[in-house]
């Protein structure tokens, strides 16, 4: 596609419940990368694929978060037993080898 | 070490005027500082980049300086305008050992508000 296509763009959930956010990278941009940004903070790493491995995870806060990326391609970050400390807009970038990034507009995720 | 420290945390400036955003950073194996820009409701868009072979790189009225010894590199934008307002967020990285990929390590975002 011609850019990076992040859904849902907002999430509402219980607390306790598992979330899905799926990102759709640019066509052939062989590295994918999740990052959170929270109300008024930077860019916080979680996750980065090379195609469909993910060599470091040390990002990722919790075990209740995981991640995936099929076919090279889609990316899906799960979050289960949502907390409300989970609350912030989940970004997904793409690039191209080590290009520059592009970035989605981002998840939204609101947990009540 | 893999912290990227940016100031100011939010800058008001004329229209005009020359806005100053500051990063500093520790890991002397970063290779790469971009800046990107956010506005509401978008992901960060990449505004200009660096490498540390040089000290200066300008793009129209964006201009980056870097002080490789000092370990600090900065945005300078001239003839600031209503539209530049947005957030701002410096980044660095070093080149990944399996080489295809490159993780960004992000200042916490400067919030810049251009008076019109």
């Known amino acids: 596609g011609a850019g990076v296509s992040q859904s849902p763009s907002n999430k509402v959930t219980e607390k306790g419940k598992d979330v899905e956010l799926r990102c759709d990278p640019i066509?052939?941009?062989?590295?994918l990368y999740w990052y959170r940004q929270s109300l008024g903070q930077g860019l916080e790493f979680l996750i980065y694929?090379?195609?469909?491995?993910?060599?470091?995870k040390s990002g990722l806060p919790s075990d209740r978060f995981s991640a995936e990326r099929t076919g090279g391609s889609v990316s899906t970050l799960t979050i289960q037993r949502t907390q409300q400390e989970d609350s912030a807009v989940y970004l997904c970038?793409?690039?191209?080898?080590?290009?520059?990034?592009?970035f989605g507009s981002g998840t939204r995720l609101t947990v009540v | 070490q893999q912290q990227v420290k940016q100031s100011p945390q939010s800058l008001i400036v004329q229209k005009g005027g020359i806005s100053i955003i500051n990063c500093a950073y520790e890991?002397?194996?970063?290779?790469?500082f971009p800046w990107y820009q956010q506005f509401p409701g978008k992901g960060p868009a990449l505004l200009i980049a660096?490498?540390?072979?040089?000290s200066e790189k300008k793009e129209g009225r964006f201009t980056i300086s870097f002080n490789k010894s000092a370990k600090q590199f900065s945005l300078h934008i001239m003839d600031s305008q209503p539209g530049d307002s947005a957030t701002y967020f410096c980044?660095?990285?070093?080149?990944?050992?399996?080489?295809?990929?490159?993780?960004?390590?992000f200042g916490s975002g400067t919030q810049l508000t251009v008076l019109p």
């Open positions: 970038a793409s690039s191209l080898y080590q290009g520059p990034y592009t």
């Open positions: 066509s052939g941009h062989t590295a």
């Open positions: 694929f090379q195609g469909n491995s993910a060599p470091d």
């Open positions: 890991n002397t194996a970063f290779d790469y």
């Open positions: 660096i490498r540390p072979d040089v």
């Open positions: 980044a660095a990285s070093s080149s990944i050992s399996s080489g295809s990929a490159r993780q960004l390590t």
